[in-house]
């Protein structure tokens, strides 16, 4: 048996054993209570039964026997208030010695019911006789001979008949008891299966994905907490699948991407290694592979980036930064592009300061991406604007364009690592991950809005908690 089976039989077992015994303490319990309240019953009516009878008995006594002495009705054998058939019946004097007996059996012990009796209470007992084998019950009541007590008298019933009808009756409620503990025993193995068996499947597919086959599913489980822990699992599966085409297909961007300007080096290397006396085409040659090394240095400049944020290994250096200072570099450096790629390139603020604590070089990256993509998805003529808005919150930059704008389908993974578009101009898919994780880190955040053929908008928002004005 494996060693996941074996843990599954032992929660099995314990869920088996802790239903068992709860369900055993419940009937024990009401099986003891019930038992009780019949004995109670049956005790208090035969006690009701005896007391009535006494007090009959008493009352006659106190009308017609009561002039003479106790022992003289005793020894004159007046017995017609002490004639019962069915019960013992014991005449006490005023010191609790029992002085007539109906059985002849007379014991020395000292009974309660006597001593309450002589008190000028009814008494009643319950014990062992050394002539009965079961437990009697006893009755006494005060006999009066002119206002004082004088004595007593006693009723005295075997419990014989009742205690076997209470052990029948404990038999019953013990059958029964067992009956439903079968029962719940049998329930309880069907209810811990249905939270066993999905925890074996559970684990059995966590075992195959660790193994790396993420195509195995869960199966649905009743109680919600399973459930949802098999559709979580569910959807980690679905998600490392995704991720993995992801990275896949982003290699395959890379490699592509990092062999184009690799081929373009070698290939002018190869022509300058033979070039004998044209300047003019030594000099394009050159430029192309340095723009190519450019390109090699900024994608591996990204995926180091990448790589450093995803590990949380990146540093920033947090200082007061002017937005519109900022903006100013921004406006420098890209408007030379603009004008080589025929673009309107302009930046919106109000004539206000405002100061917000970042990683001035970091912040310089996400724009300058931001305003790559902004190129790269336009045509010449089209617009391309940096707004700064102000709220009671929030600080707002918007990089707007007039652009080619992103589909519908694009827009909710644009910001997923290794997502590239289906546009022919997306590059590798991690540079608006990047963007994002940057913001984030300093406290902001980021979205876009896009509608294909209108153009897009990047919201990059910092909260005025952390800006200084």
């Known amino acids: 048996m494996a060693k996941g089976e074996v843990g599954m039989s032992s929660i099995r077992r314990r869920l088996l054993c802790n239903f068992v015994i709860i369900v055993v303490l419940t009937v024990a319990t009401l099986n003891t209570i019930i038992f009780f309240s019949f004995r109670n019953i049956y005790y208090s009516n035969i006690a009701n039964l005896l007391i009535g009878q006494i007090k009959i008995s008493s009352d006659i006594y106190t009308k017609y026997f009561s002039k003479n002495s106790l022992y003289e009705n005793v020894l004159n054998g007046v017995d017609v208030f002490l004639n019962r058939s069915d019960i013992e019946v014991q005449v006490f004097d005023n010191t609790g010695r029992i002085i007539f007996d109906s059985i002849g059996v007379i014991e020395e012990n000292e009974f309660?019911?006597?001593?309450?009796?002589?008190?000028?209470?009814?008494?009643?007992?319950?014990?062992?006789?050394?002539?009965d084998d079961e437990k009697v019950m006893a009755v006494s009541h005060p006999l009066y001979s002119g206002g004082e007590i004088i004595g007593g008298i006693r009723f005295i019933t075997t419990l014989r008949e009742v205690n076997k009808d209470l052990r029948s009756i404990f038999m019953i409620l013990t059958l029964l008891g067992l009956i439903v503990t079968l029962i719940f025993a049998f329930v309880s193995i069907l209810f811990s299966n249905q939270i066993v068996v999905p925890i074996v499947n559970i684990t059995e597919v966590a075992k195959r994905m660790a193994e790396g086959d993420y195509n195995k599913r869960c199966r649905d489980a009743k109680f919600?907490?399973?459930?949802?822990?098999?559709?979580?699992?569910?959807?980690?599966?679905?998600?490392?699948?995704?991720?993995?085409?992801?990275?896949?297909?982003?290699?395959?961007?890379?490699?592509?991407?990092?062999?184009?300007?690799?081929?373009?080096?070698?290939?002018?290397?190869?022509?300058?290694?033979?070039?004998?006396?044209?300047?003019?085409?030594?000099?394009?040659?050159?430029?192309?592979?340095?723009?190519?090394c450019d390109r090699l240095t900024s994608m591996v400049e990204e995926l180091l980036d990448f790589s450093k944020l995803s590990s949380g290994k990146i540093e920033f250096k947090f200082k007061n930064?002017?937005?519109?200072?900022?903006?100013?570099?921004?406006?420098?450096?890209?408007?030379?592009?603009?004008?080589?790629?025929?673009?309107?390139?302009?930046?919106?603020?109000?004539?206000?300061?405002?100061?917000?604590?970042?990683?001035?070089?970091?912040?310089?990256?996400?724009?300058?991406?931001?305003?790559?993509?902004?190129?790269?998805?336009?045509?010449?003529?089209?617009?391309?604007?940096?707004?700064?808005?102000?709220?009671?919150?929030?600080?707002?930059?918007?990089?707007?364009?007039?652009?080619?704008?992103?589909?519908?389908?694009d827009l909710p993974h644009v910001f997923e690592k290794f997502y590239k578009g289906r546009g022919s101009r997306s590059k590798n898919g991690i540079g608006l991950s990047i963007c994002k994780d940057i913001v984030e880190k300093m406290k902001g955040s980021i979205k876009?809005?896009?509608?294909?053929?209108?153009?897009?908008?990047?919201?990059?928002?910092?909260?005025k908690g952390g800006v200084i004005r």
């Open 112 to 131: 309660m019911d006597i001593k309450e009796a002589l008190s000028g209470n009814i008494g009643r007992w319950i014990g062992n006789v050394s002539y």
């Open 448 to 463: 876009i809005e896009s509608e294909e053929n209108k153009g897009t908008r990047v919201y990059v928002t910092f909260p």
């Open 224 to 292: 919600d907490e399973i459930k949802n822990l098999s559709t979580t699992l569910n959807y980690m599966a679905d998600e490392i699948i995704k991720r993995e085409k992801l990275k896949d297909e982003f290699i395959s961007s890379v490699s592509h991407e990092l062999r184009t300007p690799l081929t373009s080096i070698k290939g002018w290397a190869i022509t300058l290694k033979d070039l004998e006396g044209d300047k003019e085409l030594l000099k394009d040659g050159l430029d192309i592979i340095e723009k190519e």
């Open 321 to 409: 930064v002017d937005i519109n200072t900022f903006l100013d570099g921004i406006r420098k450096q890209i408007e030379p592009r603009a004008y080589r790629e025929n673009k309107i390139f302009s930046i919106l603020k109000e004539n206000l300061s405002i100061i917000i604590e970042a990683d001035e070089n970091r912040l310089k990256q996400v724009f300058i991406n931001l305003l790559d993509n902004a190129f790269n998805f336009t045509n010449a003529g089209d617009s391309i604007v940096i707004k700064v808005k102000e709220n009671d919150e929030d600080i707002v930059i918007v990089v707007e364009d007039t652009g080619l704008g992103i589909s519908k389908e």
